[in-house]
């Protein structure tokens, strides 16, 4: 098992920037490739990001691709999403997952999942 704990959403004008963090404890962190998934109300989940485990290798969907940055720190069982150059469209509670399926942008394939947090944007 692996126990995942988001922070950092808050509520931040267009054009800003956030940095989340994502902290495990349980299972070797390490071992696990992690995600950054976020839901807008209305929508379905979406895969923003995806880190490996040793951090080197990840990737963006489209739309956050150059704005933002997903990176780790093993040594402190933590993930983070620098989000910089936010948009009213990023509006949605965020979420950090682990997965054993490096760069995977499935749902199904993270079976490990944080409470979520959230993240506004105003125009």
């Known amino acids: 098992q692996v126990q995942l704990v988001e922070s950092g959403g808050g509520l931040v004008q267009a054009g800003g920037s956030l940095r989340l963090s994502c902290a495990a404890s349980g299972r070797t962190f390490s071992s696990f490739a992690m995600g950054w998934f976020r839901q807008a109300p209305g929508k379905e989940r979406e895969f923003v990001a995806a880190?490996?485990?040793?951090?080197?290798?990840?990737s963006y969907a489209d739309s956050v691709k150059g704005r933002f940055t997903i990176s780790r720190d093993n040594a402190k069982n933590t993930v983070y999403l620098q989000m910089n150059s936010l948009k009213p469209e990023d509006t949605a509670v965020y979420y950090c997952?682990?997965?054993?399926?490096?760069?995977?942008?499935?749902?199904?394939?993270?079976?490990?999942w944080g409470q979520g947090t959230q993240v506004t944007v105003s125009s």
């Open positions: 880190i490996s485990w040793t951090g080197g290798s990840s």
């Open positions: 997952a682990a997965t054993l399926l490096t760069g995977s942008r499935i749902n199904e394939h993270y079976p490990y």
